[in-house]
């Protein structure tokens, strides 16, 4: 049975693909092709484009004026092993 798999990835600096299959493939000789097509961005929009007025951000960025803020203790979080 053939599967197709898409996956959206970023290569890094170092040039290393890091791919993960499903685990239905554990401990099975695969055939595996690799299509590079590289990923066009759409061009960032203004906050003016997004619907923001001009120099929202500007006129509010830093204007808390209440008390001050405090992040709350966030508890444990979980371990997970990583994927080799």
Known sequence: MEHKILIHTHV???GILQ???P???K???LEVTVTIKPVTLAPKKTPEELGWTPGFFE???GAWVGEPLVREEQGEYETREELA
């Open 19 to 21: 791919l993960a299959v």
């Open 12 to 14: 890094g600096s170092d």
């Open 27 to 29: 401990d099975a000789d």
């Open 23 to 25: 685990t239905e493939f």
């Open 59 to 61: 006129r509010t960025a």
